[in-house]
């Protein structure tokens, strides 16, 4: 993959993040100030590579789960917006006992992220904004909510068995070790607390991400955390 074709491939995935719409070579040719032909030459060439795909003849393309991966894999030092931080730092150090301040940094990463958030210790599962995660346009169908639910309903067996120890996990689509074809990221942070070092924070949502926004906040999150409850 060319600079250019990364570039472009960073555009998709931005786009359509934001807007859940297919992305034409026209919008991309307007950010590029290259013409039209150019910008899809480079597109064609990006599906051929498997990074985006046209899921119908007139519409433009959107990422496939290895785009999202080289995205996600070409973002370095993502941090956390600073304002937002701030917010979730003041809910979670105010909430007093260990069980509220985890449930609180979950509430929170579930309402700036539009995603479900989610915190797992030694007493379970606790997730919050199922209904906004089920509002987004990919989960309208049912078998894509079937999915999710299923994923969610494993999520706390797979994260007690397989015990994650990276302090920052992403799983992209297919990737899910539960729930291949939920159509969805999860993305978790780990964090010691009272209970065990191996408890998480994040979120799960469409693989439609805005990832810099949501990894820099889970991983925040984790670390605030560990550093409140230890």
Known sequence: MTPRQQSILHAVVELYAQTAEPVGSLALSEMFEASSATI?????????????????ISAGRV???KGYRAYVNSKENISADGRVSQAIAKRVKSAGEVDRSIKQAADSLAEVTGNVGLAFTNNGL?????AG???QPEFLLGSQAYE????L?????????AAPEGRLSVYIGSENPVG???????????FASPYSNNSYVGVLGPTRQSYEKT???????GRLLEEVLN
């Open 126 to 130: 606790y997730t919050t904004g199922l």
């Open 148 to 151: 999710v639910a299923r994923l």
């Open 215 to 221: 990894i820099g906040l889970v991983d925040y999150t």
């Open 40 to 56: 899809r030459s480079e597109m064609v060439t990006l599906e051929r590579l498997g990074y985006i795909y046209q899921p119908h």
């Open 153 to 161: 309903d494993n999520l706390d067996e797979w994260l007690s068995e």
């Open 180 to 190: 291949k074809a939920s159509g969805a990221s999860l993305i978790i942070a780990r």
């Open 63 to 65: 990422p496939t789960d």
């Open 133 to 135: 995660l089920f509002g």
